[in-house]
């Protein structure tokens, strides 16, 4: 009798932990399709910055071909403030975008932290008694036979009150 509640039991927990790998399962999947959508964003944020590097890239070069052009006429001063002028307009929209994408990135991170910290806290919620050991299940039960309370019960075995119910629970002695 003791064998077949025993493996009754065992099956009990089995189910248990397949439907809390089912979920876990469940939970990956979905916040996978999150990050994968927060990826592509910061993807299409990157392709635009190399969109514009590329631009930028042309605009300096005919920058400076006119600089060469016009260097005959103009003094090094003039040349100095035109290079100046040239680098800020290539650099600011790049500086923006870079800042844009930290601040994505920051987002990101912070979320992905939050996830982390609330599956750790489910995981955590989720606790299998510790006396599904059949020695210890075979003690309570005796015990209970015997007319021992439930508090004198899990003082001697170590074990919570709860522990001790669920044990007759499942047995179906209480």
Same mark, same amino acid.
């Given at each position: 009798? =003791?064998?077949?509640?025993?493996?009754?039991?065992?099956?009990?927990? *089995?189910?248990?932990?397949?439907?809390?790998?089912?979920?876990?399962?469940?939970?990956?999947?979905?916040?996978?399709?999150?990050?994968?959508?927060? *990826?592509?964003?910061?993807?299409?944020?990157?392709?635009?910055?190399?969109?514009?590097?590329?631009?930028?890239?042309?605009?300096?070069?005919?920058?400076?071909?006119?600089?060469?052009?016009?260097?005959?006429?103009?003094?090094?001063?003039?040349?100095?403030?035109?290079?100046?002028?040239?680098?800020?307009?290539?650099? =600011?929209?790049?500086?923006?975008?870079?800042?844009?994408?930290?601040?994505?990135?920051?987002?990101?991170?912070?979320?992905?932290?939050?996830? *982390?910290?609330?599956?750790?806290?489910?995981?955590?919620?989720?606790?299998?008694?510790?006396?599904?050991?059949?020695?210890?299940?075979?003690?309570?039960?005796?015990?209970?036979?015997?007319?021992?309370?439930?508090?004198?019960?899990?003082?001697?075995?170590?074990?919570?009150?709860?522990?001790?119910?669920?044990?007759?629970?499942?047995?179906?002695?209480?």
């Amino acid at each position: 009798m =003791h064998l077949e509640n025993f493996s009754f039991n065992i099956e009990y927990v *089995i189910v248990i932990l397949g439907l809390i790998i089912l979920y876990l399962l469940y939970y990956v999947f979905t916040k996978d399709a999150d990050y994968t959508k927060n *990826i592509r964003s910061v993807a299409s944020v990157v392709e635009d910055l190399n969109r514009e590097l590329y631009y930028l890239k042309k605009k300096l070069d005919q920058t400076e071909g006119n600089i060469k052009n016009n260097s005959q006429r103009m003094n090094d001063e003039e040349i100095y403030q035109e290079i100046e002028r040239s680098v800020y307009d290539m650099v =600011h929209p790049l500086s923006l975008a870079i800042k844009q994408l930290q601040n994505n990135i920051s987002i990101i991170e912070n979320d992905m932290q939050n996830k *982390i910290l609330q599956l750790e806290s489910s995981v955590k919620q989720i606790s299998i008694p510790a006396s599904i050991h059949g020695n210890d299940d075979e003690k309570i039960i005796s015990l209970y036979q015997q007319g021992v309370a439930l508090e004198t019960i899990s003082r001697e075995l170590r074990l919570s009150k709860a522990e001790v119910e669920f044990v007759l629970k499942i047995n179906k002695i209480k």
